[in-house]
């Protein structure tokens, strides 16, 4: 079957709309309602969407919406394919203006990110769609998956009712990076909430008879510094990281500080030894607790909570969508290359609902930045890999 190139000019208007949409996670609605609007002029029926009770599981108690999934009939006899992205982008870019700038887009505002992650991976799903339903081009059933709330920890994904996507055999999603890097693995992730409690004195009167939250804290972050279980961590060829990214606590320099508040978060490949990492966090702060004491023995506490963001996946290179996704970008003359990330993806989680999804780029370039970039010839490219996807080239 011959390859379809995807029509430039609308694609790039497609995505300067998505772009100018504000939508932070859990803020995502009226990037549902755009995405509805423009398959519903395309020629879909209203029968086909469907939305999720994701936001009401995820830890944004005001969401506005849960993740979008359309399913579309299909015109040849051929198994369904999930094309997919998310939707929310993260505070830095809500607000910009697109402008164009020779082959890139980005902001118009200096303090302001583009936000093409992943709204640029929204425009090649959408694009894609509109292209089948209004040229009327055969295709197979295809269901659509724009997601909520990835950037705060692949909320949309995680709690995805994976019901409405009616058994897709394929599955692909698109986010950042070149089109022609093929995603097929990504580490775990553990975020932990530290909630140390010391013993308030005056500082200048009695400081005996405070025990520092501040210290227990800070002889805890120093022993995993210490002991190589924070940053980058090897362990017996055993690889991960560790990152204390959030404090905060005290009131006065004249009171012993009582209590200190801390975020924390834990990576590795190898979820044994990501708990492995999550553990050795925990001692540190519990040791450090039980150590600091004041003049009467008495020592401070620490409460610990935390949560799996995202088991790590990696697939097979023998699973058909990895080899469906080589074949697509072969017969567009384009060379793949096979990477594992070191982030999370929504695909972590797809995969752990047994739906196994190739992650594609989109041209995005420094991501999460003020300087954040869509390189368009990439942007393109990435385009014309969703539309063959979607027609099943």
């Known amino acids: 079957m011959a390859t379809i190139a995807a029509p430039r000019a609308k694609a790039l208007q497609l995505v300067k709309q998505l772009l100018a949409i504000p ?5 995502e609605q009226q990037v549902a309602q755009f995405i509805e609007a423009e398959l519903l002029a395309a020629g879909a029926e209203k029968s086909w969407f469907c939305y999720d009770k994701a936001h009401k599981r995820g830890p944004i108690a005001d969401a506005e919406v849960g993740n979008l999934v359309v399913t579309i009939p299909g015109t040849v006899d051929a198994p369904r394919r999930l094309l997919m992205a998310h939707m929310d982008t993260v505070p830095l870019c809500v607000g910009c203006t697109p402008v164009r700038k020779g082959d890139v887009l980005e902001s118009r505002e200096a303090d302001r990110g583009l936000g093409a992650d992943d709204r640029a991976g929204v425009a090649v799903v959408l694009n894609a769609a509109c292209q089948i339903l209004r040229k009327k081009l055969p295709h197979p059933p295809l269901t659509l998956l724009f997601t909520i709330e990835e950037e705060i920890g692949l909320h949309g994904a995680k709690n995805l009712q994976t019901s409405l ?3 897709p055999a394929l599955a692909f999603n698109w986010d950042g990076g070149s089109p022609t890097k093929l995603t097929i693995g990504a580490i775990g ?3 932990m909430f530290l ?3 010391g013993i308030a004195s005056h500082a200048g009167v009695a400081p005996e008879r405070g025990a520092s939250a501040i210290t227990i804290a800070s002889l805890a972050i120093a022993r995993l510094h210490k002991s190589g279980w924070l940053g980058k961590i090897t362990k ?9 990214g959030v404090i905060n606590g005290g009131a006065a320099t ?3 500080c009582d209590s200190v508040q801390l975020r924390a978060e834990a990576r590795s490949h190898d979820v044994a030894f990501l708990h492995d990492i999550v553990a050795q966090i925990e001692a540190a702060f519990r040791d450090a607790a039980a150590e600091v004491k004041n003049v009467d023995g008495n020592s401070g506490s620490v409460e610990i909570t935390g949560r799996l963001d995202y088991e790590p996946f990696l697939l097979s290179q023998d699973e058909p969508s990895v080899q469906v996704a080589q074949q697509t970008l072969a017969t567009l003359g384009l060379e793949s290359e096979l990477s594992i990330a070191n982030g ?3 695909a972590n989680w797809l995969f752990r609902h047994g739906v196994p999804a190739v992650t594609f780029g989109c041209g995005q370039r420094n991501q999460h930045m003020a300087t954040e970039q869509l390189h368009l010839e990439s942007f393109y490219q990435a385009c014309d890999i969703g539309l063959n996807i979607a027609v099943g080239t």
């Open 23 to 27: 939508g932070g996670s859990g803020r």
């Open 165 to 167: 996507l009616k058994k």
């Open 189 to 191: 992730g553990y975020r």
């Open 195 to 197: 909630d140390v409690h």
């Open 236 to 244: 017996k060829k055993k690889l991960g990281t560790a990152n204390v």
């Open 254 to 256: 004249n009171v012993v």
């Open 344 to 346: 999370g993806l929504d």
